[in-house]
């Protein structure tokens, strides 16, 4: 059966430019990067030149991109170097796991934690966060674009207001990067985290920027890598891929595929409001990514729906992959408001540059007719 792949926003699938650089080093690359011999020396040069491809993409230098396991390690090791017991902490009520769990573990050590809620688009307001701030707030850690509903939060104008307070700042851009333009310097952030495999990247690599400057603790402790700000041997095939893919996403900004996957998301959203009663797009109304589509069907909860559409070859997810299996609703859709019926039965559809028209054409005949289908047989499922 042939299947159509939309949860983008969970894992995307490698390039093939990606494969390639991987693939040269898994065959030849053995190095150890902090070896002087030439073997060494060469595969220092491959983590180099990654450095520099994810630096261009966030236009920083590249001694500020620390290479780490992924966006978890990259929120992890962010808030918990910032954020020292006694220090207050501001976030968003809309963060993933990676912070809001840190989050917990900080609280046990003493830091005190405020959550700035969305308004019903799903969209921070930076009044709000203003508000929030104290004398002795440490840090303000707001994500670049939500996971969930792709609502792109206004990170630059919460990053001046928290710099005007001397206040350092840490956005998750694991969702924006290669959807939006990414610059460290307009958001005017001291610390952002990315993932590799939300790019067309590898899983289990990802990237912390660190401010040229600013104090850091490092999360592991060891070896001299990454300037003593990471240690442990590096993921030289996975760093390998990260830069390709990063080259990818910089180039992907400016060749029209972006304009392509809002093209899509549109009719999506058009041609199901048209066939289907009872179809709200969570967030709308506000600026959002162009790959992601977040729709609440009423009356249907989403496991029921996935699985329908599972059976036809259709791909998706009900929201964040690390909280599939949960039995409680979303927090990101709750924060904005929707009851939990609505919350559960909201669908995440997250599109990627390498979905075809088909995959297109086959979700827009698929998805409608699954929906009336449960509709009018609520057990079939
Ligand atoms: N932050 C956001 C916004 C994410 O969507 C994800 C992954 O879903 C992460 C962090 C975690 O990234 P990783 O899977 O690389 O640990």
Not at 125 to 142: F, M, Q, W, Y
Not at 320 to 330: E, F, L, Q, V
Request: glycine share 10%.
């Amino acid at each position: 059966m042939r299947t159509a792949y939309f949860d983008n926003n969970a894992t995307t699938r490698v390039l093939p430019s990606v494969q390639a650089a991987m693939i040269r080093v898994l065959e030849d690359g053995y190095g150890n990067p902090s070896a002087l011999y030439q073997r060494g020396r060469q595969a220092r040069q491959i983590v180099e030149d990654a450095r520099g491809a994810v630096a261009a993409l966030l236009g920083c230098r590249p001694d500020e991109v620390i290479f780490t396991s992924g966006g978890t390690e990259s929120d992890n090791a962010a808030l918990f170097s910032a954020c020292p017991a006694g220090s207050h902490l501001v976030v968003s009520a809309i963060e993933h796991d990676a912070v809001l769990n840190a989050c917990l573990v900080l609280k046990r050590q003493g830091v005190q934690v405020s959550v700035v809620r969305p308004d019903g688009n799903g969209r921070l307001d930076p009044e709000e966060v203003g508000k929030a701030l104290r004398p002795d707030t440490a840090l303000v850690s707001v994500m670049t674009a939500n996971n969930e509903t792709g609502v792109i939060q206004p990170v630059e104008e919460i990053g001046r207001l928290v710099h005007d307070r001397g206040i350092a700042f840490h956005t998750d851009a694991v969702q924006a990067a290669g959807k939006i333009p990414v610059s460290v310097r307009s958001i005017g952030c001291d610390l952002l985290s990315l993932s590799a495999h939300k790019i067309h990247g590898p899983q289990g690599i990802g990237a912390l920027y660190l401010r040229k400057g600013l104090a850091f603790r490092p999360l592991l402790v060891g070896g001299h890598q990454e300037r003593g700000r990471r240690a442990g041997t590096e993921n030289l095939p996975a760093i390998a891929g990260f830069g390709a893919a990063a080259l990818a996403a910089g180039q992907g900004l400016e060749d029209g595929s972006i304009t392509r996957l809002a093209a899509w998301r549109d009719a999506i959203e058009r041609h199901l409001a048209q066939q289907v009663d009872g179809v709200a797009i969570n967030g709308g109304s506000a600026p959002r990514v162009a790959n992601t589509s977040n729709l609440t069907i009423k009356g249907i909860p989403s496991t029921a729906l996935l699985v329908a559409l599972d059976r036809q070859g259709i791909a998706l997810s009900a929201g964040s992959a690390c909280r599939a299996g949960s039995r409680r609703p979303s927090h990101v859709l709750t924060a904005m408001g929707l009851t939990a019926a609505d919350a559960r039965a909201a669908i995440r559809i997250s599109l990627g540059k390498l979905n075809s028209q088909q995959d297109v054409d086959d979700l827009l005949e698929i998805l409608p007719r699954s929906i009336l289908e449960l509709r009018r047989n609520p057990s079939a499922a």
